[in-house]
RNA sequence: GCCGAAGUGGCGGAACAGGCAGACGCGCACGACUCAAAAUCGUGUUCCGUGAGGAGUGAGGGUUCGAUUCCCUCCUUCGGCACCA
């Protein structure tokens, strides 16, 4: 076998081959232990991705590297296929998304093919095929039955002129007009699908068992934002119920909750705040505020979450005219309004302490509020609130705080901080409130008022309300004959009978819900359908999920780490206690991988024109060069720009194998390798033994750089030893079989081929185990140790590698090098580190 | 503003026990082969210095015999959150 290297053939064999054989088949086996290695799936925009190979050739590498290690690995590959792309594109071209994701899904398998990596296609899912999205249904009843699933009126983005809801980014400009008319958008309140993320908080808090990055844990933990404090609740003076209809009613029925992390400062309260969408707003307006009112609570409905969140913003704000007790003292404190406080955090109403609160400093000092100090700090002039500049945020020494004065306050949170803990043990005495806690993270709104995705099983009966379609009923499947009317309404919605259809409980005429799921619903549960893709007794089948689960390694991108893979924890728990999933958590461990950056080092764009197709680079290169060079070019973890000049070393690289190992294979089936020296041989054989040392701890760390750079390196050193012509033949056969051993999981078609064709060896090498370090085969016979005077390197010592530390040390001492540095002095202190360096201080 | 990550040659990066800084590769330079070029092979390539030597891992300080690695302060870049009561 002398002939060229030519990746066409080679891979188009291999992969034919490998198909045919179901080489990559991954069955239940209780002899062996299992390993669920997960990468994202793809959303089937139509077009592979270099950042598709970025993410999958190094996982595939690992899951491969795991295989060889002995266990049996489930790899496997689907399509996130439901979404928004597929449907706007129907709207602007009227090719309908079933038929644009079906031809997608088609061409982006092959593509994923041609990248040789070891995916069970047996077991692929497409999440918006009937037989998948059955489960997605079924799914939402489980959750609804379990009382996670709920109705509440939510506010979206509207257009009064299309008459329509519209998602974020069909909302345009700074002035948030409609992308299709340019009418101003307003907000809008909408009966929309609820799940109840928030009750599994602190759960998802604890990553107890999972070896995460810490960067993500950090970037959930932020986004649950667990805040400790207190509740407390403040009636409204009964001269400000400006409430008609209710004429008589008791004080407490207008009760104001706030949520506080400071309890401790309620005495220095001075007025409330509610959100403009705070359900008293109305009652505490008095009559002559009524219009100012309105005006502020139309012109924050109108602006969007990020001008009205913006921290370098002036404070605005109204006054209702009424007033609330601050039941800790009794005293009378006027009720804001003002756009700070959010409706969707806490209670929507807040006790303002501007003594000892930013923000409620800036608004007391704007709106001329009375400032009172009631946390002293120690040794500190006392605080005045006409003269002081700013907030007072630290811990002190309470005043003016009735029987609390005097009761220390440090800058611990809740219990943790004596004065809130005395506090609130008194709040909860007199019914007045009690330590709380209040979380950041909100209920996933699930639906979208769209055609491309999962139906919502539920049917509405005037009589009868709500409820679940039965199951025996799923899928409710979409309508196919729908018109791509550009009108922004679903066209489940405006389909004639689509949602007519009979209340499961009465029998009557009903509707069914119109709006469809979000796609994250679909991705939350797919590691569990490739698991059983064809199963119709269930989402999975028992056997299957006893056996895989939990996913051992789950790879990707980190902009999912609050969407996705806060959803897929949220799912798994939630079924968990519904009796249906298994464990703690669905993935054990997480990696994720960096980004391509196009050659400007800026992120790849059509617009930008610096993007990368696999496709073409495949063709050129070869799968097994684009594999290697992806993995070698930057830290997978950092991703880099691409370097289209930079490949040319993994094209040298790939070509330099073939010729060493088909060559050196024909010298050794020729009998043209000769007995060489001892030292030769063992020469080699150390060096293969300290790569496949170092190689296989860098698969098992993620390490794909260093992987290649260790192959490269034991490539040139064993173009040395042949050069030199010392070695063995049975220390060379050695050398050619780990080397490919080592490389399969890389470069998967180019070690097969030469494995099976120019070493002769049985198909297939990704078959093998891997190669155990022989320990005694990679020890050194000779060290080299660094000498150093005082930390300056003068010298270094080739000894045995059996030389004892003393005998070093005399060595050192002896070394002209030294001497000449030690300039006749006597040193001070001879330092031995081990075998590994000698500093010499004078 | 808060939280997190990262700053090492011309470039991507390596150094995984606090112990030889710059592995491997790109690029570049020189040489061999060639009429020539490409490809290939070989040699060199952190900076300053002819040299001995000196400096050097974003900046400054500290701990240590010894710091890219540990600690403190600061700067820059990137990512996330952003009036969260």
Request: negative net charge; charged residues 25%; hydrophobic residues 40%.
């Amino acid at each position: 076998m002398s002939k060229a290297y030519n990746h066409k053939e080679i891979e188009a064999k291999w992969q034919q081959k490998w198909e045919a054989d179901g080489l990559y088949h991954a069955n239940i086996d209780p002899s062996k232990p299992k390993y669920y290695a997960l990468t994202m799936l793809p959303y089937p925009s139509g077009d592979l991705h270099i950042g598709h190979w970025y993410a999958m050739t190094p996982s595939d590498a690992r899951a491969r590297y795991m295989r060889m290690k002995g266990y049996n690995v489930l790899f496997p590959m689907g399509f996130d296929a439901f979404g928004l792309p597929a449907e706007n594109a129907a709207i602007k071209s009227g090719i309908h998304p079933m038929i644009r994701t079906r031809d997608n899904v088609v061409r982006m398998r092959q593509q994923l093919r041609s990248m040789g990596a070891m995916f069970d296609w047996r077991r692929e899912a497409v999440s918006s095929e009937p037989e998948y999205y059955r489960w997605t249904e079924w799914f939402f009843i489980q959750l609804y039955k379990n009382g996670l699933a709920y109705r509440k009126k939510s506010p979206v983005d509207f257009c009064p002129h299309c008459n329509t809801t519209l998602a974020r980014e069909q909302v345009w400009g700074d002035d948030r007009h409609c992308e299709r008319c340019s009418t101003p958008v307003i907000k809008k309140d909408l009966e929309q699908w609820f799940f109840r993320t928030t009750s599994y908080a602190d759960d998802l808090l604890s990553y107890e068992g999972m070896d995460w990055p810490e960067r993500v844990r950090v970037l959930q933990t932020n986004w649950i934002g667990k805040s400790e404090g207190a509740e407390v609740y403040f009636e409204i003076a009964p001269d400000s119920i400006n409430d008609t209809s209710k004429a008589g009613a008791s004080n407490n029925e207008y009760r104001m909750t706030i949520f506080t992390t400071r309890p401790d400062t309620l005495w220095g309260a001075t007025f409330m705040v509610i959100s403009p969408e705070h359900p008293l707003v109305d009652v505490l307006t008095t009559p002559e505020n009524k219009a100012a009112i309105h005006a502020y609570k139309l012109a924050a409905a109108r602006q969007s979450d990020i001008e009205r969140e913006a921290v370098d913003k002036e404070k605005t704000g109204v006054f209702t005219g009424g007033y609330a007790i601050n039941p800790v003292n009794g005293a009378k404190i006027p009720v804001w309004v003002a756009d700070y406080v959010l409706m969707s955090y806490g209670t929507g109403a807040i006790m303002a302490v501007p003594a000892h609160d930013e923000r409620d400093f800036a608004f007391a000092r704007k709106f001329n509020l009375p400032i009172i100090p009631v946390i002293q700090p120690e040794g500190e002039p006392d605080l005045d609130g006409a003269t002081m500049t700013e907030a007072y945020t630290g811990g002190g020494v309470m005043v003016n705080s009735a029987r609390f004065s005097g009761t220390q306050v440090n800058d611990k949170k809740g219990k943790e901080n004596p004065g809130i803990l005395a506090v609130a043990g008194w709040l909860e005495e007199k019914g007045i409130g009690k330590l709380a806690v209040t979380y950041k993270l909100r209920d996933w709104l699930i639906s979208r008022q769209r055609y491309w995705g999962s139906p919502i099983p539920m049917i509405h009966c005037q009589t009868c309300g709500w409820n679940p379609v039965p199951e025996e009923q799923l899928p409710i499947t979409l309508p196919e004959d729908v018109e791509w009317k550009p009108t922004g309404e679903s066209p489940l919605k405006l389909h004639p009978t689509w949602k007519n259809t009979a209340c499961p409980v009465c029998g009557g005429a009903a509707e069914r819900e119109t709006d469809t799921m979000d796609t994250f619903m679909c991705s939350s549960w797919y590691h569990l359908r490739y698991l059983s893709p064809t199963y119709d007794k269930g989402p999975f089948d028992p056997q299957e999920y006893d056996y895989w689960m939990p996913v051992d390694t789950y790879t990707g991108g980190i902009e999912h780490a609050n969407m996705h893979l806060m959803y897929t924890r949220f799912f798994h728990k939630a079924m968990r206690d519904a009796g249906i999933t298994k464990g703690r958590e669905p993935m054990v461990q997480l990696r994720n991988q960096g980004m391509v950056l196009g050659e400007d080092g800026d992120k790849m764009s059509k617009s930008k024109g610096n993007v990368i197709a696999p496709d073409d680079l495949v063709s050129v290169y070869g799968a097994d060069t684009v594999r290697a060079y992806l993995m070698f070019f930057a830290r997978w973890d950092m991703g880099a720009p691409w370097d289209s000049k930079g490949i040319e070393g993994t094209v040298r690289w790939v070509r330099r194998v073939w010729t060493l190992m088909t060559e050196v294979a024909g010298d050794l089936s020729e009998g043209r390798v000769g007995a060489g020296t001892e030292a030769g041989s063992r020469e080699l054989r150390r060096k293969v033994h300290q790569a496949l040392k170092r190689i296989s701890r860098d698969y098992q760390e993620f390490e794909f750089n260093t992987i290649v750079s260790g192959l490269m390196t034991l490539l040139n050193e064993m173009y040395k030893a042949r050069e030199a012509a010392n070695a063995d033949a049975a220390a060379w056969r050695e050398a050619l079989e780990v080397y490919l051993l080592m490389m399969a999981p890389v470069t998967p078609h180019i070690a097969e081929e030469l494995w099976t064709e120019a070493l002769g060896k049985p198909y297939s090498i990704h078959a093998q185990p891997w190669r155990e370090v022989d320990e005694a085969a990679a020890k050194d016979d000779e060290i080299t140790i660094p000498v150093q005077v005082n930390g300056k390197l003068r010298d270094r010592l080739t000894v045995p590698a059996e030389a004892s530390e003393a005998e070093i040390e005399a060595l050192a001492l002896a070394s002209e090098a030294v001497k000449r540095h030690l300039e006749g002095k006597t040193p001070k202190k001879v330092i031995v580190a081990q075998k590994r360096l000698i500093n010499i201080v004078v």
